[in-house]
């Protein structure tokens, strides 16, 4: 079924350590972004991806880079992971020209805890 | 974009109507209203969205003011699997660029047996 995958959906880290959370879609979406979510709160912004080769920060950017070379993929790279990065990340797309029909598809979640 | 303002938790009992209020009281002309819902700890999912008029489909009826600063979603029959947090969101529908929409912690409905 076409939607937003993400792998891995769960992930322990060392603090130090670095790694790549993936996001991919088949729907032909423009736009991508990330979102965390810590416990009890709503979902903050990261980084967003208007296309390929074009990304920018949104409201919690700090420790993450992003890039998106193709359409259907959008990584996001944890650089050095600390403990106050421990939080669920979800990836979301969107069409830019069937708005306002073409709502956010999110994808089912990671869930990363560092240690 | 315009911020909305949703009541924290609410309850509901199973089989009755669930009316989930929204205030977006600063939404300009070009602005939708979306609702979604997060059930767990599951991505969101879009429930319905509406600009000026009255919607309704399959999950839930979505009520806008005349004035367009308020919105209720209406779930007619709510479920136990109904219980989940939701999200009332605003978002241009000019496509000229990317709005950095915000997910504020949205509304708890327990929908109780």
């Known amino acids: 079924n076409a939607g937003v995958t993400q792998t891995p959906k769960f992930q322990v880290l060392k603090t130090g350590q670095s790694m790549t959370l993936q996001c991919a879609q088949d729907?032909?979406?423009?736009?991508m972004s990330w979102y965390r979510q810590d416990p009890g709160m709503g979902l903050r912004l990261i980084h967003y991806?208007?296309?390929?080769?074009?990304?920018d920060q949104g409201e919690v950017p700090n420790g993450y880079n992003v890039s998106r070379s193709t359409t259907e993929d959008f990584p996001l790279r944890l650089l050095s992971a600390a403990p106050s990065q421990t939080s669920v990340y979800f990836c979301?797309?969107?069409?830019?020209?069937?708005?306002?029909?073409?709502?956010?598809?999110f994808g089912s979640g990671t869930r990363l805890t560092v240690v | 974009d315009a911020k909305t303002t949703q009541p924290t938790s609410m309850d509901c009992a199973e089989g009755r109507a669930a009316n989930l209020p929204c205030n977006h009281s600063?939404?300009?002309?070009?602005?939708?209203v979306y609702w979604y819902r997060q059930i767990h700890s599951q991505g969101p999912q879009y429930i319905i969205h509406?600009?000026?008029n009255n919607e309704t489909n399959e999950m839930a009826s979505l009520i806008i003011t005349e004035d367009r600063k308020s919105s209720t979603l209406i779930l007619p029959h709510a479920t136990l699997r109904d219980t989940a947090v939701y999200y009332c969101?605003?978002?241009?529908?000019?496509?000229?660029?990317?709005?950095?929409?915000?997910f504020g912690t949205g509304t708890k409905l327990q929908v109780i047996p």
């Open positions: 729907m032909n979406h423009e736009y």
């Open positions: 991806s208007v296309g390929a080769g074009i990304t």
């Open positions: 600063t939404i300009s002309g070009n602005e939708y």
């Open positions: 979301a797309s969107s069409s830019r020209w069937k708005v306002p029909g073409g709502g956010y598809t």
């Open positions: 969101i605003v978002r241009s529908v000019n496509s000229g660029g990317y709005q950095k929409v915000t």
């Open positions: 509406g600009l000026k």
